[in-house]
């Protein structure tokens, strides 16, 4: 018996080793990443103006992203996991009550990035293009093209003009 147990005794601390090292898994909490816009130009904040971006999910339906954000110089919007491009509708409502609709397509190329093959994949992206609008927005530029989970990094400068 005392033979039977020395061998069972490093097999059990062994099961136990790794089940104790399998548990410290660092998944992400969060698999979505985020573009930031910055104003640059003649407009660096919507001062008096509210900003509304929705986008249109999978199922159609629209999503509101931010809604009513107010005296805005930045935001930070997500990304689709895999579409090959996002669509954006801006509505901003300015001090006179007057609003301005713009449509922005942000096309990309989609890269499945894993931590770990027990964690459920991310998507980082390279941006590819920018279209717009021109009802308010006057152009949006690619500053950094490279999305992953570092949204410190401004990805558009985006540029307002002025309606009088």
Known sequence: ????????????????????????????????????????????????SYMTISTNKQDGEDSILINQDENVDSFMLPMSYTNAADTLYFEIQDAQERVFKDTLIVSKDNHPHFESIDCSPSYFHTI???????HLIDSVVINHKDVNFDATKSHFLIYFGTRD
Not at 128 to 134: E, L, R
């Open 1 to 48: 018996k005392r033979d039977k147990m020395r061998k069972i005794i490093p097999i059990i601390l062994f099961a136990i080793a790794t089940m104790v090292s399998c548990s410290t898994l660092d998944c992400p909490l969060n698999n979505t990443v985020y573009t930031k816009y910055k104003l640059d130009g003649n407009v660096t904040q919507l001062t008096g």
């Open 128 to 134: 590819t293009g920018v279209t717009t609008t021109h």
